[in-house]
């Protein structure tokens, strides 16, 4: 990539991430010095999600060699919200701060293991459509699911679980932000090692075993990062959709086809971009007097989106 | 050298013992005669179900996939239109890929090697251009080009490279072909006399999965039946039929 194309990538980033922490719920300005760590603890946790979010999306993109591919789409990010859920069904009431900061993001990576296992061991063999049914059929699983918890546990605990339905940035605390921090530097670099490989396997599992690419190896890799990606991304802040599938497609138009490129640039671009959406919702607590939870305002923007690239798919 | 021996793919391949040394290796035999088998196999990205590939007595199924790859260099018959987005030149380096790693960058002198084998093929003006914008023709030369622009691999397998070339496109390739034969192991499939005869070499020809012709060219061409100025093979009695002539 150029290094013309690098400087404009890191500009959106730093924009973004300016923008979004100057966004308050009295407009924009910066935060005073009360409020200032929080405001950057938010805008650092919506940098990790996006981040982390994206960098899947790009992977599970050219592994499955489906451009509707994404962590939400198909179903990854609600096998996190069923283990997210589940655990905070079983923590009950009072969870610590150490339980809550390692353990939800530990349960979300657990579910979005099983999700992504059970989607790559489906579509295999499936370079079309099957690929999307999975994930309907995986959502529905983990929908299902959550549902019943929320339906058991006592009232108390049964509101903190919509957040599984619907994500939003919250304030994390320290051990939260440390957790999500140093498993999504991980996981995005375990993904930007196999970005070559997974470049030449947009091209066929054949081609890339003419190539020399261990296409089992790349796999596995991919399948173990985005779920340890997608699980502390839903483990801290819930189900947030279409970042991860709009993200590369937009970098991929703009900046470059390589994965060795698109990768690093989704995470980073990502990170950047849900920061600053995060940012217009809380602008939008002086508007309305309440806050939109970002996996609102990003489904609202891109189920038309994903709508429109499913009509292009076809 | 690379040696087959005792191999079986189903009703697809039998070849009880193959060697293959430096120089050039022209594979013929009608649809379905188990070319694309047989080349599979020697370039290791297909495991027989019985017997052996064997490079210099080191046995293909037993390598990694990436120090195979920095052996056999391979293309198949129809690369996949994913990689239509890339640049001539993006899509030319891939070639390099198994011996500089999956996720290195270009340096000059793998810019080099690829604008030169470019240029080998009559692509130089092309380089920055993206795949979607060529000919079939030009896209096929591109393709064929990421096969040959590692000069290190011991063996180089082509299937069908010549489908859709023009004659000034298939003589390039033959040329650059012939070149790498004085060095390299190159197996090539092809379908037209003009084309074995231009290559020359050594004549494999297949048939119901087996080889049934194996001689040099020209002269093996005479020996497989009534070639000149037929479409016809003959051997045996049987009609073998691997060969069509292009229309004057």
């Known amino acids: 990539m150029s290094l013309r194309l690098s400087a404009a990538a890191a500009l959106v980033v730093v924009v973004a991430l300016v923008f979004a922490l100057l966004c308050g719920p009295n ?8 409020t200032v760590s929080l405001r950057l603890s938010r805008v650092m946790l919506g940098f990790i999600v ?14 499955l060699r489906n451009p509707l591919a994404d962590p ?10 069923m283990g997210a859920s589940l655990f905070t069904a079983l923590l009950g009431a009072a969870p610590s701060a150490l339980a809550l900061g390692a353990g939800l993001p530990g349960a979300g990576v657990v579910g979005a293991l099983a999700a992504s296992a059970l989607l790559v061991l489906f579509v295999a063999h499936d370079k079309g459509e099957g690929t999307v049914l999975v994930g309907i059929v995986l959502n529905a699983f983990s929908w299902a699911v959550v549902a019943v918890v929320r339906a058991l546990v006592p009232a108390s605990s049964s509101a903190g679980l919509s957040v599984w339905l619907i994500g939003s940035i919250g304030y994390p605390d320290d ?6 921090g140093a498993i999504t530097v991980g996981g995005v670099l375990a993904l930007v090692t196999v970005s070559g490989s997974l470049s030449i396997l947009r091209g066929g599992d054949e081609e890339a075993l003419r190539l020399g690419v261990d296409v089992t190896r790349v796999r596995v890799v991919v399948v173990v990062a985005a779920s340890a990606l997608v699980g502390v991304a839903v483990g801290t802040s819930g189900v947030i959709g ?6 590369p497609h937009a970098v991929r138009r703009l900046f470059s086809v390589d994965e060795r490129a698109v990768l690093p640039l989704s995470a980073l671009i990502g990170g950047g971009l849900l920061s600053a959406f995060d940012g217009v919702a809380r602008l939008g607590f002086g508007l309305l007097g309440s806050e939109i939870p970002v996996g609102a305002a990003c489904a609202l923007l891109g189920a038309p989106a994903f709508a429109f690239l499913l009509w ?3 | 050298m690379l040696r087959l021996s005792d191999v079986e793919v189903g009703e697809r391949l039998r070849v009880s013992a193959l060697s293959l040394h430096p120089g050039l290796n022209v594979i013929v035999g009608m ?3 188990g070319k694309s088998t047989l080349l599979d196999v020697i370039a290791g990205v297909l495991q027989p179900a019985r017997g052996r590939a064997l490079l210099d007595d080191n046995d293909l199924a037993c390598m990694s996939p990436r120090q195979r790859a920095r052996l056999v260099a391979s293309l198949g018959q129809e690369p996949s239109s994913s990689f239509h987005e890339l640049s001539v030149q993006a899509r030319i380096a891939q070639g390099l890929a198994p011996r500089r790693g999956h996720n290195a960058g270009l340096d000059d002198e793998a810019r080099q090697r690829v604008a030169a084998v470019a240029d080998e093929l009559g692509l130089a003006s092309s380089l920055h251009r993206r795949l979607a914008q060529l000919s079939g023709g030009e896209r096929r030369r591109a393709h064929v080009a990421r096969v040959l622009v590692d000069e290190q691999a011991q063996v180089i397998v082509v299937d069908e490279p010549f489908a859709g070339l023009d004659r000034l496109a298939t003589s390039l390739l033959v040329t650059a072909l012939r070149r790498r034969g004085e060095r390299h192991t190159v197996v090539v499939s092809v379908h037209e006399v003009q084309t074995a005869l231009a290559l020359g070499g050594r004549l494999l020809g297949l048939h119901g999965g087996s080889i049934v012709v194996d001689g040099l060219l020209p002269q093996a061409l005479h020996e497989a039946g009534p070639v000149w ?3 016809r093979v003959v051997v045996d009695g049987d009609y073998v039929g691997v060969l069509q002539k292009r229309p004057d």
């Not at chain 1, 407009?27 to 009360?34: F, H, I, N, R, V």
């Not at chain 1, 790009?58 to 592994?63: G, H, I, T, Y």
């Open chain 1, 312 to 314: 292009r798919a076809r």
């Open chain 1, 50 to 63: 996006g981040g982390a979010l994206s960098a899947t999306g790009a992977a599970l993109q050219a592994l």
């Open chain 1, 242 to 247: 279409f970042v991860g599938l709009l993200v």
């Open chain 1, 72 to 81: 939400y789409v198909l179903g990854v990010s609600g096998g996190a919200a």
């Open chain 1, 175 to 180: 051990v939260a932000l440390l957790v999500a």
């Open chain 2, 31 to 33: 649809n379905g005669a």
């Open chain 1, 27 to 34: 407009g924009l300005a910066p935060p005073d010095s009360a």
């Open chain 2, 229 to 231: 100025g037929d479409v």
